[in-house]
């Protein structure tokens, strides 16, 4: 006796938020399965003549001061306390190197707009963040985050502008997801799909995540994935 059809077989995938980015299934299953690889810590670089040598793939996570990027790559990589993360803006200081099956650099750079700290410390990180991004040349791509209950802000401008000039490929995700109610949500990806339109080295799609309820991690490592199959 066969049961009532199962309605999603054949079905159309549902439909995509516009402005989301989509991956197919080979994707997030390599995504997955590329995160149950090791990752660890490498070493954490103070000026540009101490980067690492290159691996095949480098991407680095950037934007604001406690946007969530030390808690997302520690939620990819499904480690607590990979990288260090703080409820005070400006934890990381650095530009922490984590190599992950080897073969892929995660980078976590420090956040900028933070405004408790001094000019002379503000600039010394500006300056760490512009030499690493103009001069990387094995950096694929950037995902630059972005909270998801603010948008893009005016403290993002500087470095839109520096990835765009350098021809930096990067990619928005939000963070913090969790913090919105679905339309909320929806509107802010759309907003900032938008605005992103009108930059060159922007991906047109984005990624919407949450580090701590998990949600767009899935997608997220599939990009890692896709990028490292290229
Ligand atoms: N609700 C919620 N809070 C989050 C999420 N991700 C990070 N946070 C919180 O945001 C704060 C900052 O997180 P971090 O990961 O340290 O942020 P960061 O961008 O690395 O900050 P800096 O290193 O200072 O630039 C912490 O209190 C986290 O717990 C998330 O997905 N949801
Ligand atoms: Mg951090």
């Not at 260090?84 to 803006?89: G, M, V």
Request: with cysteine; hydrophobic share 40%; glycine share 6%.
């Amino acid at each position: 006796m066969s049961g009532p059809p199962a309605a999603d077989d054949d079905a159309e995938p549902e439909a995509a938020t516009p402005g989301l980015a989509t991956f197919t299934e080979d994707a997030l299953d390599r995504g997955e399965r590329l995160f149950r690889r090791p990752c660890t810590f490498l070493k954490g670089v103070v000026a540009v003549d101490g980067l690492p040598e290159p691996r095949p793939l480098e991407v680095a996570f950037a934007g604001r001061s406690n946007v969530g990027k030390s808690s997302l790559i520690n939620a990819l990589a499904g480690q607590k306390t990979l990288a260090r993360t703080s409820n005070t803006p400006g934890r990381t200081r650095e530009i922490n190197f984590f190599t992950l099956d080897d073969e892929i650099y995660l980078v976590d750079l420090p956040g900028y707009g933070y405004a408790k700290a001094s000019k002379d410390q503000v600039r010394g990180w500006n300056r760490l963040i512009r030499d690493y991004l103009r001069g990387r040349s094995t950096l694929r791509r950037v995902f630059l985050l972005v909270d998801a209950r603010h948008g893009l802000k005016d403290t993002d401008q500087e470095i839109l502008e520096l990835m765009d000039a350098a021809a930096v490929s990067y990619q928005a995700v939000l963070t913090k997801a969790d913090k919105l109610k679905a339309s909320e949500l929806e509107a802010v990806i759309a907003r900032t799909a938008a605005a992103l339109a009108k930059h060159p080295a922007a991906h047109p799609e984005l990624i919407a995540t949450s580090a701590r309820k998990g949600d767009g991690l899935e997608e997220l490592r599939a990009a890692v994935a896709v990028l490292a199959a290229e």
